[in-house]
């Protein structure tokens, strides 16, 4: 059973610098990873996806890479702002079926 | 385009009650997936559709629940009776099966049970 791992689960980071979250998961056999950021009270936004043949996906200042062999990706937010305070998820895509896997997710605070 | 479509947006009910959740899917999507999300598990996926027919329920947490999907445009969650226990956020996410197969999920039902 593929297993979805999130770290840190909780990150706080004053306005303006770059992080990443990391995403890490068991069976190398997948079809695709997609981050999605959900606010509290809210649904899941998807951020970005990333197809198993590719390296990274870029959207503005977010910046999304895989390396499939090793089972993990990693989320680069560049110049955050406040704005960016939220839970961020990945989930992961088997070659088989249509099943998607999520990790716990990384809450993240941004502090003005 | 609109997004997917839950509804309701709140539901408030007593325990024993009959509670339906209902999903309208983006339009030419043919998978359809209904999660349930609470502090304490986060996101577990419940059951999944690939062309209306149910492919995986193990998820499903007992008889209490269960998931139709009588067409390509809509669907429903059951749960009878209701417990306490089943309250939680439920939402309801749609893919095609070819092309990038992002998902997009809907705003969610918040389910209480007193």
């Known amino acids: 059973k593929q297993e979805v791992t999130q770290i840190p689960a909780a990150l706080s980071v004053p306005e303006g610098e770059n992080l990443v979250l990391n995403c890490s998961f068991t069976d190398s056999a997948i079809y695709n990873l997609q981050w999605f950021r959900q606010d509290p009270g809210k649904g899941l936004t998807s951020l970005l996806l990333?197809?198993?043949?590719?390296r990274e996906q870029t959207s503005g200042r977010l910046n999304a890479s895989l390396d499939k062999s090793s089972g993990r990706s990693t989320l680069y937010i560049a110049a955050s702002q406040p704005g960016d305070s939220a839970t961020y998820l990945c989930a992961v895509r088997r070659n088989t079926g249509n099943q998607f896997y999520f990790g716990t997710g990384t809450s993240l605070t941004v502090i003005p | 385009d609109a997004g997917v479509i839950q509804s309701p947006r709140h539901e408030v009910t007593e325990m024993g009650q009959e509670v339906t959740l209902r999903c309208k899917p983006i339009?030419?999507?043919?998978?359809l997936f209904w999660y349930r999300q609470t502090m304490m598990r986060g996101l577990e996926l419940l059951i999944y559709f690939n062309n209306n027919v149910p492919i995986d329920d193990s998820g499903m947490p007992e008889d209490r629940f269960s998931a139709k999907m009588p067409n390509a445009s809509f669907s429903t969650l059951k749960i009878q009776p209701s417990e306490p226990r089943d309250s939680a956020v439920y939402f309801c996410?749609?893919?095609?099966?070819?092309?990038?197969?992002?998902?997009?999920f809907g705003p969610g039902t918040r389910l209480l049970v007193l």
């Open positions: 990333i197809q198993s043949s590719q």
């Open positions: 339009s030419g999507h043919n998978s």
């Open positions: 996410a749609s893919s095609i099966s070819g092309g990038d197969k992002a998902q997009y």
